[in-house]
């Protein structure tokens, strides 16, 4: 999309003839006065030292599906990832830790052949 095209359009008021829209930098910019809103009363958390954008939903959404089902059609899917490019997003996950620790715990001894 280039810049300045709308992502959506509704009527604001009932009786409207024109529709109001929504734009990348518009959203982008509520997203960024949400995230102070809500981080700015604690100082330990940097999340401001990167900006949040468009995508970030999606991002997050991504990363919570995968924690959820594990399943990379349905996020494939309920997400329209043309591509497999979704992987680079779960990569650095609770989820994964989680299941990294608990194949460590795994008795290795159980599968020796004596």
Same mark, same amino acid.
């Given at each position: =999309?280039?810049?300045?095209?709308?992502?959506?359009?509704?009527?604001?008021?009932?009786?409207?003839?024109?529709?109001?829209?929504?734009?990348?930098?518009?959203?982008?910019?509520?997203? %960024? /006065?949400?995230?102070?809103?809500?981080?700015?009363? %604690?100082?330990?958390?940097?999340?401001?030292? =990167?900006?949040?954008?468009?995508?970030?939903?999606?991002?997050?959404?991504?990363? #919570?599906?995968?924690?959820?089902?594990?399943?990379? #059609?349905?996020?494939? %899917?309920?997400?329209?990832?043309?591509?497999?490019?979704? /992987?680079?997003?779960?990569?650095?996950?609770?989820?994964?830790?989680? #299941?990294?620790? *608990?194949?460590?715990?795994? %008795?290795?001894?159980?599968?020796? *052949? *004596?």
């Amino acid at each position: =999309m280039k810049e300045g095209d709308p992502l959506a359009v509704y009527k604001k008021y009932k009786g409207s003839k024109q529709g109001t829209h929504f734009i990348k930098s518009g959203v982008e910019k509520r997203l %960024n /006065e949400a995230g102070r809103a809500c981080y700015a009363s %604690n100082s330990t958390c940097n999340r401001f030292n =990167m900006k949040w954008t468009c995508h970030s939903g999606r991002i997050g959404a991504t990363a #919570l599906l995968f924690a959820l089902h594990r399943d990379p #059609l349905l996020i494939k %899917n309920r997400l329209r990832w043309a591509s497999d490019k979704f /992987e680079v997003y779960i990569r650095h996950t609770p989820i994964l830790a989680r #299941l990294h620790a *608990e194949a460590g715990a795994t %008795n290795i001894d159980a599968y020796n *052949e *004596e």
